[in-house]
């Protein structure tokens, strides 16, 4: 039983035996105030045991005393003196669970105190007879009550010794845990560095036009920098040492992720993607966009990894809060399923479906795990539903706080007409695929306020533009191919058709039939809405004009030359002018020479770390009456990093192996004011 089971039953058997005692007092006449006596300890008993506002120890301490005083009243009366040796050893059993030998010591003493009152005749009653069968008693009851003495202390002493070892051997358990995670994190820190230069080595044979072979270096290379991160994600929460990162973001932004993800998984294309993004979500919020992109991304690959037919369902939605919104992220496939061993042992780290050598489903195994625990850390909560061979739903919620409230989705004016959604009932072979899409559609409509009508058959379609002031025309790939040359003179009337399809399907010359790329979600969808058969930059909306920082003079530190090379590569497409130094003190002394707009300094470095370079070249700006604007550039990456730097006076951080977004962001926001703390950017 564990401590507060013991404490119940403790009181439990005080109360009894309180009661029992009052009732014999009556029968057998004695002190007539003692039965109040009793009462009074009773309550101050329960009050002590439930109240909860006394510590464990003391709690004890209490009921060992109440204990020992109803034992001593019983005893010392003539009529009780064969009884308190049945009475001693019942407490003594009774309290052992307790595991405070000190509490059978008390109650041993006091059992002999009790015979030594009745062995000197105590004026009262009648004296004692010590005939052969008396006699005989009070040694039996005295054996038992040593023997019952000695099984207790060794009893408390073995449960004692058991505790220690299994203290001691979970100490043992959490330092090797302590010491792997500790080496799993070394390991992923040393090889961000080498992952860096594979990755920007990689770029520059890109460009260089090395072919395919490069472009298979550079996945390979940003499939390792996602696996090293996994390990120090793991890491972090199984030790709960997860920091948060809070910034301002744009609702659609997680959604862009999950398509650009998509499109870079293998196997991919043999599924279908459906994207179910609820207009109400707010335009921007504020949270960790970075471990948010990370949840989308681990469940998206496990989903894609476990489904061999069918598709997914990823759903956003958002429910109002006092202090923002619940923000809920749903992934729903058709894939294998899991039982309930396997739904618990997901939290535990390390679950994959399929433990064997040649297991068909890739990665490293953290992926559920690492979504528990920033799901965690931010507040929130995941829920899975699955089965076997049924599919699985993971649905993750966090708070956000929100910053702006605006819907995210919504149409530039008063939209007159109505939608129609084509789509064969018997085109998919897994029905819930069909169901995902025509909920996506739905939902979206009611969200933007549009009227939608299915239409099965291009005879409903027919059928509904006889009725209704249809303006818009949705569909699928095979519906447009089965009745290509219905859909391509439709699209010349005064109706917009737009077909969801693959890269290799072209429409003729004179069509105007939209295509929408797969996989099909609602920013496309809405564009076509606002802007018609105007509506442009479908393939990916995300492409965006790269910032320009042309003359910005750059120095760049580190220790390891091929870093050097990868940094200049990459800061000279942005038109800076690079120089490089290879220590912090060669960075100083070029630093007092000539001025630079930035400074990326690395952590550890021999001789000088970036953190004491630093400070000294803010001195020597100081000196030269400069202002030094310095940036981390680092694999030290691990959460809690770039608070760090920041309170160190960095004036930003970026972890390597270097993402393009995080670089542009950092350096337009260095360059754009005085130094702030990181935090406040939209991303």
């Known amino acids: 039983m564990n401590l507060k089971n013991n404490e119940k039953f403790i009181i439990f058997v005080s109360v009894l035996g309180s009661v029992g005692l009052a009732v014999e007092v009556c029968l057998m006449g004695w002190e007539f105030w003692v039965p109040v006596c ?10 002590v045991g439930l109240s909860g506002r006394i510590s464990y120890d003391i709690r004890k301490y209490y009921y060992t005393g109440y204990a020992l005083l109803l034992c001593f009243y019983h005893g010392i009366h003539k009529t009780s003196f064969f009884d308190a040796g049945i009475v001693a050893a019942l407490a003594m059993a009774t309290y052992s669970i307790l595991d405070s030998t000190y509490m059978m010591n008390l109650f041993l003493l006091e ?39 000695y099984n207790s202390v060794r009893n408390i002493n073995e449960r004692l010794d058991q505790e220690e070892e299994d203290r001691i051997k979970d100490e043992r358990v959490a330092q090797n845990d302590a010491s792997m995670e500790d080496f799993l994190s070394n390991i992923s820190h040393e090889l961000r560095t080498p992952v860096n230069v594979v990755n920007g080595m990689s770029d520059l044979l890109i460009k260089r036009g090395a072919g395919s072979e490069a472009d298979s270096i550079k996945q390979a290379g940003v499939r390792l920098a996602y696996q090293i991160e996994d390990i120090q994600d793991y890491t972090e929460c199984r030790r709960g040492q997860v920091f948060l990162e809070e910034d301002n973001y744009m609702s659609t932004s997680l959604i862009n992720d999950v398509v650009t993800s998509y499109r870079l998984l293998d196997h991919a294309d043999d599924l279908e993607l459906v994207v179910d993004l609820a207009p109400q979500v707010p335009t921007m919020m504020r949270g960790d966009i970075k471990k948010l992109h990370k949840i989308f991304r681990h469940l998206l690959e496990n989903a894609v990894k476990f489904t061999r037919a069918g598709g997914i369902c990823v759903r956003l939605y958002a429910e109002e809060a006092d202090y923002g919104v619940n923000l809920t992220i749903e992934m729903t496939d058709t894939g294998i399923g899991m039982d309930r061993g396997a739904i618990r042992s997901v939290t535990e780290g390390m679950y994959q479906a399929n433990r064997k050598r040649n297991r068909s489903a890739g990665g490293i195994g953290l992926g559920l795990f690492i979504v528990h625990g920033f799901a965690h850390r931010m507040g929130g909560f995941v829920k899975i539903e699955s089965s076997k061979k049924a599919g699985t739903t993971v649905r993750v919620t966090v708070p956000q706080k929100v910053v702006d409230a605006k819907p995210c989705l919504a149409l530039a004016g008063s939209f007159e007409g109505a939608v129609l959604f084509h789509v064969r009932p018997d085109k998919y072979r897994i029905a819930r695929v069909r169901d995902y899409y025509r909920n996506m559609a739905a939902n979206l409509a009611a969200g933007i306020h549009v009227p939608l009508y299915a239409a099965e058959t291009v005879y409903e379609v027919e059928r509904l533009r006889e009725k209704l002031h249809a303006t818009h025309v949705f569909m699928g790939q095979e519906e447009y191919e089965e009745n290509r040359g219905y859909f391509d003179e439709l699209s010349k009337e005064d109706i917009v058709v737009a077909v969801s399809a693959g890269p290799e399907v072209k429409v003729s010359k004179n069509s105007r039939v939209i295509l929408i790329p797969k996989p099909l979600y609602a920013y496309p969808i809405i564009k076509i809405l606002n802007e018609g058969r105007d509506a442009g930059d479908l393939v990916d909306h995300s492409k965006y004009n790269r910032p320009v920082f042309r ?68 001195a020597a700006a100081s000196d030269l009456g400069r202002t030094a604007a310095v940036i981390a550039l680092t694999a030290n990456a691990v959460s809690g990093a770039r608070e760090m730097f920041i309170r160190e006076g960095f004036d930003g951080f970026i972890a390597k192996p270097i993402n393009t977004s995080d670089f542009e962001r950092v350096v337009q926001r260095v360059l754009a004011g005085p130094r702030t703390a990181e935090g406040g950017e939209v991303r």
């Open 551 to 618: 003359g910005v003079k750059v120095l760049v530190v580190d220790d390891e030359p091929m870093n050097l090379v990868v940094a200049t590569s990459l800061f000279r497409e942005y038109e800076m002018i690079v120089d490089t130094a290879g220590s912090g003190r060669e960075a100083i002394r070029k630093y007092r020479d000539q001025d630079y707009d930035l400074v990326f300094m690395d952590h550890m470095m021999p001789e000088m770390d970036g953190v004491e370079a630093m400070k000294q070249l803010r």
């Open 111 to 149: 059992y002999f105190a009790i015979l030594f009152i009745h062995l000197i005749n105590l004026p009262g009653g009648d004296p004692l007879v010590y005939d052969r069968l008396n006699i005989s008693r009070l040694l039996l009851h005295t054996a038992v009550v040593l023997i019952i003495y």
């Open 38 to 47: 009793i009462g009074l300890g009773t309550v101050a008993l329960l009050w």
